[in-house]
């Protein structure tokens, strides 16, 4: 494999023996997928294509990740299926190696620094806590501070959760957070992973301990938006599922089975779904159709609207004395934000006259 002067400077070219070594790995390593019969039959498709010598044009490095991304989704209807190309010779690195103790460091001094993702944490107007997550850290990182914002917001009468930019992260903080919005007792079965590689379940319960003061029998609200992924997800498709809170905002990314790359080539790797979720209560899961809000609306009004819901539930509910003051006098306030937003929206979509 060379540089070729007609390529990018990206770009690598392709000879028949490079082509075929990047293919042939590629149809071993699906034995991983998580759906045998779908890799069963992109493996019997991608044979019979070589025998015919078929991909004899494909002379490109891009190209060939390209071409082939495409035929995988197409076949399987899984867009986390996907060959990538790397310029940069790819290292050797064990899959199931643990990372050495510097690596941790490392790790944990950048998720420190960017506060574990937990990005804001406020008391909104009429008593409504507000928890702004860009990721889901790991447990061993982010456990303290999860536990901090929770007892910031604990004596909020209704809390809503961020998650309109959230990317995902860790199902065992997933577990952990949800376990703050149910009682200890009796524990709540959350969600499945199953990894058809060895054909195991790993289940995910609340746990009985946290070590924050749990948030029970109050209004909770998550936000989303196309941008929410995988276990952001998951923490709302729960909530959703066991009645525990609405989503509001947009539909989600939808991306459910977990998976990871492997190198195939020096200058290729191919990342693959090898588990899959699975809902204790539902039996299925939110890949390919994303969790559905059930309040549908724009993620820029998404805040506002769920804001509005929270106010109009407490005063529903009975608020008496400084309590319901407070929300008479948040109400309009949050109205006319909610208003202003959706102006700005639709001119934003208007665009320039």
């Not at 023996?17 to 790995?25: K, M």
């Not at 069963?40 to 991304?69: M, N, P």
Request: charge should be negative.
């Amino acid at each position: 494999m060379a540089m070729s002067a007609s390529n990018p400077p990206q770009d690598l070219s392709l000879d028949t023996a490079d082509r075929e070594a990047v293919l042939s790995a590629l149809v071993a390593q699906l034995d991983a997928y998580v759906f045998p019969e779908v890799a069963e039959k992109i493996q019997h498709d991608i044979e019979q294509r070589l025998e015919a010598g078929g991909y004899g044009d494909v002379t490109g490095a891009q190209q060939l990740a390209d071409t082939l991304t495409a035929q995988l989704q197409e076949m399987s209807g899984d867009r986390n299926l996907r060959l990538h190309f790397s310029p940069v010779p790819l290292p050797h690195i064990e899959p199931e190696a643990a990372p050495n103790p510097q690596e941790l460091e490392r790790q944990h001094q950048a998720s420190r620094r960017r506060n574990f993702d937990i990005n804001r944490v406020e008391r909104l107007p009429g008593n409504v806590g507000y928890i702004q997550l860009f990721s889901f850290e790991p447990p061993e990182f982010a456990g303290e501070s999860l536990a901090a914002a929770m007892t910031l917001v604990a004596h909020t009468d209704a809390l809503i959760f961020d998650l309109r930019h959230n990317q995902g992260g860790s199902p065992a903080t997933v577990a952990l957070l949800c376990s703050y919005l149910f009682p200890a007792h009796p524990p709540v079965h959350l969600n499945d992973l199953y990894w058809s590689e060895t054909d195991e379940t790993h289940q995910w319960w609340t746990v009985p301990y946290v070590p924050g003061q749990r948030y029970l029998d109050k209004p909770v609200f998550a936000l989303t938006s196309p941008e929410t992924f995988s276990a952001a997800e998951e923490f709302a498709y729960n909530l959703q599922v066991l009645k525990r809170g609405a989503v509001v905002g947009e539909t989600t990314r939808g991306g459910a089975n977990p998976g990871r790359g492997f190198r195939l080539h020096d200058h290729f790797w191919v990342f693959m779904p090898t588990g899959q979720a699975i809902n204790p209560v539902t039996g299925k899961n939110w890949d390919g159709t994303g969790v559905i809000p059930n309040v549908k609306v724009p993620m820029e009004t998404a805040l506002d609207t769920a804001h509005l819901m929270a106010l109009n539930h407490l005063l529903e509910a009975g608020a008496e004395g400084i309590a319901r003051r407070e929300l008479e006098e948040a109400l309009p306030r949050v109205e006319r934000s909610l208003q202003q937003a959706r102006q700005n929206l639709i001119a934003n979509l208007g665009g320039p006259l």
